[in-house]
């Protein structure tokens, strides 16, 4: 009983510590601002704004903030790191398509966001499919939750919204699993964050913009971009506001975070992100928490745990 206890009082010692870091406190604040960025995608969704709107505006408002504040420096990028952040650009546009247009598509934010977090599949497969590593049984045992989670989530009860945005969403773990390995290549090619994000910014807009020319079609909301629906106050500050806590805020407090924060900590800090999603999609939107969702999506984030922890032993 009082060992018991002294162990109780020990944790939440610990947690006070924690929380009394400021860099902690920015990865949490990053994990929930994230967290929240696909579900505000949803309310725009639900004001009128497009997939397409939602992704390309944001993305040149930051750029061309960042120009203003780099200037020259955005050219400061060798010949490997410029390989290298075409191939993140191109990993971060899959992204953009697995993170928003499923909500267009009637899928739900949470499962959006679960789906989103599949990715370990596709880094073991990768690693071991690709890179020829050897796949490790903690590895496997990650590898067989998650695959069991993604069925449960879709064929473990009704299935809402457009099969076919399940599919993109489940692609866009794909490009999270991708974008690891090109920015443990842009780190060893040392670019910096911000000159890294200006291009990131910059050149997934300029090809969801091209993307949204070759298959504009005005009825949709997906492939529709009114320039008018900007003339709107409202619509105008909206959007703002989702640019800068999402794309500003939210990459500046992590990248701030990690830099005294372990990768175990912030990586196991940002498994809020879906959690946070979650609860505002069932809490706010309303859509029902059902059981599929609920063992599926804790089997999901369980194998993500596991593979955080343990990679972290191995780095030691």
């Not at 939210?250 to 992100?273: C, Q, R």
Request: aromatic share 16%; charged share 15%.
């Amino acid at each position: 009983m009082s060992c018991s206890l002294i162990l109780s009082f020990n944790f939440y010692k610990d947690i006070c510590v924690l929380l009394k870091s400021k860099n902690y406190m920015q990865m949490i604040f990053a994990a929930i601002l994230f967290g929240g960025m696909v579900f505000s995608a949803k309310l725009l969704e639900q004001i009128g704004v497009t997939f397409l709107e939602v992704s390309i505006i944001p993305s040149l408002l930051v750029s061309t903030c960042l120009f203003f504040y780099l200037r020259k420096k955005v050219f400061d990028v060798s010949s490997d790191g410029k390989k290298w952040l075409f191939y993140y650009v191109l990993t971060n546009v899959v992204i953009d398509f697995g993170q928003y247009m499923p909500l267009f598509m009637g899928v739900s934010v949470g499962l959006t966001l679960l789906l989103m977090y599949t990715q370990p599949i596709c880094t073991i497969l990768i690693s071991s499919l690709i890179l020829k590593r050897k796949v490790k049984l903690y590895e496997m045992i990650v590898f067989i939750l998650i695959v069991l989670g993604t069925y449960i989530l879709i064929w473990g009860g009704e299935l809402k919204g457009s099969f076919m945005g399940v599919i993109i969403a489940l692609l866009g773990g794909l490009g999270l699993s991708l974008e690891v390995f090109c920015a443990e290549r842009l780190s060893l090619s040392k670019v910096s964050a911000n000159v890294t994000y200006f291009w990131l910014f910059l050149l997934g807009g300029i090809i969801l913009s091209i993307f949204g020319y070759a298959f504009y079609d005005p009825s949709s909301p997906i492939l529709s971009f009114e320039i008018y629906r900007y003339m709107s106050f409202d619509i105008i500050i909206y959007m703002m506001i989702f640019t800068f806590l999402f794309y500003w805020l939210g990459n500046f407090l992590m990248y701030k975070g990690y830099e005294k924060v372990p990768a175990l900590h912030g990586g196991l800090i940002l498994l809020l992100e879906p959690l946070i999603g979650v609860l505002l999609d069932v809490t706010i939107l309303k859509t029902e928490l059902t059981l599929n969702i609920l063992i599926g999506g804790s089997l999901i984030l369980l194998g993500n745990w596991i593979l955080i922890y343990k990679a972290n032993d191995e780095m030691k």
